[in-house]
């Protein structure tokens, strides 16, 4: 009798220990530990760092999505490693090394299925998100980037070498995929709305971007802002930007320029240029805060210490300042009271209050970069 | 040898004051690493260990840094660094100190 009541204490010790201390994900985020393979599961409310969870491999230009009840991530790492990771038991509840270097993946819409884009073998690969088991492989012969998910159980990505956009369905038992050519020379990265119709592609090897309207039977590449550097040199580009920021504020997108020292204005219903505003450098990101209202804007090294504040009203930059040494990324509140800004080499993530643009807090991290919060979860194309 | 020449040819106090090899180590992983990789196993840039950049010599692969690759997303370094700079990066990655 004793074990059988032992057994029963134990179970009902753990029963109300499961029962106590339910844990809410909602308010949390994980930020990217770069050089130590860690991500830091932080508390947007409490401003802070709650515990890190090692082991995750090469981190660099790590990137990472939620599943639908923002209980795990799934961080893509640079070495190909797709690493699942648990908020509530704050471990690592799965890995595999599926590539030999990767750049970024996505969830899809139901949740089920996770994809991954790969530089070498380029591809794309999609595992289950229970238990990250292979269910399709995509092998493009090409650095795939810009990899979103849409409706309908869809993925899409872009082809770096081949200037292709690829849409692979899942829905049915096999993946079915589109090819659309003529996007353009070297796509660098791409975005896509948050109703999933639009996709756009930057541009590395012209002036311009291509968007597809997925909403179309046959979606056919748009040129976007051809010619948009009339023909002047480049400046040296010395960090890709990104568009997985992209930024839509009101009726217009704001897109970093390449070579450039600006961000473009762009007419999201006919694509025509709207504007554009001259900047500090090199923009990477280019993001809205989530009411559309400001665009904050950081930079490729070696100005890569600022950040300037555009109001997306007037166009013109509202607010410059420098959190530190090498500010790599920005991450809203989802509802954008703050912004939580990674700075790299001064090993810290700070914390600013978007209205007043006062300091709210700061968290030591080893070497940030990207930071995801878990509200994430609910929106495409992330 | 060649440690010896590139020790000759750093060790000029003019050069050796302007070098700070913790700051172009650092440079070379987080910076140049944003396309080559962290680890320098290449990215949407190139592979820089030591097996790929065999076929460089020193001068060659810090003109490649000071000047970039034209038709591709390697940009010229010169306007951020110096001569002595590429050179000792160059040496950094040829000697695979860098892995």
């Given at each position: 009798?004793?074990?059988?009541?032992?057994?029963?204490?134990?179970?009902?010790?753990?029963?109300?220990a499961?029962?106590?201390?339910?844990?809410?994900?909602?308010?949390?985020?994980?930020?990217?530990?770069?050089?130590?393979?860690?991500?830091?599961?932080?508390?947007?409310?409490?401003?802070?760092?709650?515990?890190?969870?090692?082991?995750?491999?090469?981190?660099?230009?790590?990137?990472?999505?939620?599943?639908?009840?923002?209980?795990?991530?799934?961080?893509?790492?640079?070495?190909?490693?797709?690493?699942?990771?648990?908020?509530?038991?704050?471990?690592?509840?799965?890995?595999?090394?599926?590539?030999?270097?990767?750049?970024?993946?996505?969830?899809?819409?139901?949740?089920?299925?996770?994809?991954?884009?790969?530089?070498?073998?380029?591809?794309?690969?999609?595992?289950?998100?229970?238990?990250?088991?292979?269910?399709?492989?995509?092998?493009?012969?090409?650095?795939?980037?810009?990899?979103?998910?849409?409706?309908?159980?869809?993925?899409v990505?872009?082809?770096?070498?081949?200037?292709?956009?690829?849409?692979?369905?899942?829905?049915?038992?096999?993946?079915?995929?589109?090819?659309?050519?003529?996007?353009?020379?070297n796509?660098?990265?791409?975005?896509?709305?948050a109703?999933?119709?639009?996709?756009?592609?930057?541009?590395?090897?012209?002036?311009?971007?291509?968007?597809?309207?997925?909403?179309?039977?046959?979606?056919?590449?748009?040129?976007?802002?051809?010619?948009?550097?009339?023909?002047?040199?480049?400046?040296?580009?010395?960090?890709?930007?990104?568009l997985?920021?992209?930024?839509?504020?009101?009726?217009?997108?704001?897109?970093?320029?390449?070579?450039?020292?600006?961000?473009?204005?762009v007419?999201?219903?006919?694509?025509?240029?709207?504007?554009?505003?001259?900047?500090?450098?090199?923009?990477?990101?280019?993001?809205?805060?989530?009411?559309?209202?400001?665009?904050?804007?950081n930079?490729?090294?070696?100005?890569?210490?600022?950040?300037?504040?555009?109001?997306?009203?007037?166009?013109?930059?509202?607010?410059?300042?420098?959190?530190?040494?090498?500010?790599?990324?920005?991450?809203?509140?989802?509802?954008?009271?703050?912004?939580?800004?990674?700075?790299?080499?001064?090993?810290?993530?700070?914390?600013?209050?978007?209205?007043?643009?006062?300091?709210?807090?700061?968290i030591?991290?080893?070497?940030?970069?990207?930071?995801?919060?878990t509200?994430?979860?609910?929106?495409?194309?992330? | 040898?060649?440690?010896?020449?590139?020790?000759?040819?750093?060790?000029?106090?003019?050069?050796?004051?302007?070098?700070?090899?913790?700051?172009?180590?650092?440079?070379?992983?987080?910076?140049?690493?944003?396309?080559?990789?962290?680890?320098?196993?290449?990215?949407?840039?190139?592979?820089?260990?030591?097996?790929?950049?065999?076929?460089?010599?020193?001068?060659?692969?810090?003109?490649?840094?000071?000047?970039?690759?034209?038709?591709?997303?390697?940009?010229?370094?010169?306007?951020?660094?110096?001569?002595?700079?590429?050179?000792?990066?160059?040496?950094?990655?040829?000697?695979?100190?860098?892995?």
């Amino acid at each position: 009798m004793k074990p059988l009541h032992l057994t029963l204490a134990a179970l009902a010790l753990a029963g109300s220990a499961a029962m106590g201390e339910t844990i809410a994900t909602g308010d949390l985020g994980l930020v990217i530990e770069r050089t130590t393979g860690a991500v830091l599961l932080v508390d947007q409310s409490d401003r802070a760092a709650l515990a890190r969870i090692e082991g995750l491999g090469d981190l660099s230009h790590a990137s990472l999505v939620y599943s639908p009840d923002q209980r795990f991530a799934y961080v893509f790492g640079r070495d190909g490693g797709l690493t699942k990771v648990d908020l509530v038991e704050r471990r690592i509840a799965g890995r595999v090394v599926q590539a030999g270097n990767a750049i970024g993946g996505a969830i899809s819409d139901d949740g089920a299925l996770v994809a991954v884009s790969n530089y070498e073998p380029g591809g794309v690969r999609i595992f289950d998100a229970v238990t990250l088991e292979m269910v399709a492989d995509i092998p493009t012969g090409s650095k795939t980037i810009g990899l979103v998910d849409v409706p309908g159980r869809r993925f899409v990505f872009t082809l770096w070498d081949a200037g292709e956009t690829w849409i692979a369905d899942l829905s049915g038992d096999e993946a079915q995929i589109t090819k659309i050519t003529g996007m353009g020379k070297n796509p660098y990265d791409a975005l896509v709305t948050a109703n999933g119709r639009t996709y756009i592609a930057g541009l590395f090897g012209e002036d311009g971007l291509s968007a597809l309207d997925l909403w179309d039977e046959d979606p056919k590449p748009r040129q976007v802002l051809p010619g948009y550097g009339r023909g002047e040199e480049p400046l040296p580009v010395y960090k890709m930007p990104h568009l997985e920021g992209w930024a839509l504020a009101g009726a217009e997108f704001v897109l970093p320029a390449v070579g450039r020292h600006e961000v473009l204005w762009v007419d999201a219903r006919d694509f025509t240029e709207t504007g554009r505003t001259a900047t500090h450098g090199q923009p990477v990101f280019a993001m809205a805060r989530p009411d559309g209202r400001q665009v904050w804007v950081n930079f490729a090294h070696p100005l890569n210490d600022t950040i300037q504040v555009i109001d997306t009203v007037t166009k013109q930059v509202v607010h410059v300042f420098k959190p530190g040494p090498a500010v790599l990324h920005m991450e809203f509140t989802p509802r954008g009271h703050e912004v939580w800004v990674s700075v790299r080499d001064a090993d810290k993530i700070m914390i600013y209050d978007t209205q007043s643009f006062e300091k709210r807090g700061e968290i030591d991290a080893d070497s940030p970069s990207g930071i995801f919060f878990t509200a994430r979860a609910h929106r495409m194309g992330l | 040898m060649r440690s010896l020449l590139v020790l000759a040819l750093l060790g000029t106090p003019a050069l050796a004051d302007d070098l700070d090899p913790e700051a172009l180590k650092r440079l070379v992983h987080q910076d140049c690493g944003s396309c080559h990789g962290l680890t320098l196993k290449g990215g949407l840039g190139p592979d820089l260990r030591v097996e790929t950049l065999a076929h460089y010599d020193r001068e060659g692969l810090a003109s490649v840094i000071l000047y970039g690759v034209p038709g591709t997303p390697m940009p010229p370094w010169e306007p951020l660094m110096s001569d002595a700079e590429a050179l000792w990066i160059a040496e950094y990655l040829l000697t695979g100190e860098s892995e």
